[in-house]
């Protein structure tokens, strides 16, 4: 049983920069690929960012250029460093692991909030 514990998140003016992480535990085995969405009120839950072991990053277009998604090395960790954030970046992130041993999982989620 895999669990994803995130950190960081809060309230930023527009412009500002913030930086989420998440750890994974309860496996000694490297997850392939780990990543982050976001919720916003009223919308769904939409893919920002995944990164692969191996360092290769994929983001969602509205992010491409402000955030970054990085993997601390030889460990199930994940973190998304967001500058230039927009009041449009406003939602509940979540953590997530997409595929391991055919489950997914998801982190409870941190509130990122960007005043205009």
């Known amino acids: 049983q895999v669990q994803l514990v995130e950190f960081g998140g809060g309230l930023v003016q527009a412009g500002g920069s913030l930086r989420l992480s998440c750890a994974a535990s309860?496996?000694?085995?490297?997850?392939?690929?780990m990543g982050w969405y976001r919720q916003a009120p009223g919308k769904q839950r939409e893919l920002v960012a995944t990164?692969?072991?191996?360092?290769?990053?994929n983001y969602v277009d509205s992010v491409k250029g402000r955030f970054t998604i990085s993997r601390d090395d030889g460990k199930n960790a994940v973190s998304l460093q967001m500058n230039s954030l927009k009041p449009e970046d406003t939602a509940t992130y979540y953590c997530n692991v997409p595929s391991f041993q055919g489950r997914i999982f998801w982190g409870q989620g941190t509130q990122v909030t960007v005043s205009s």
């Open positions: 309860g496996t000694d085995f490297s997850i392939t690929i």
């Open positions: 990164i692969t072991s191996s360092g290769r990053a």
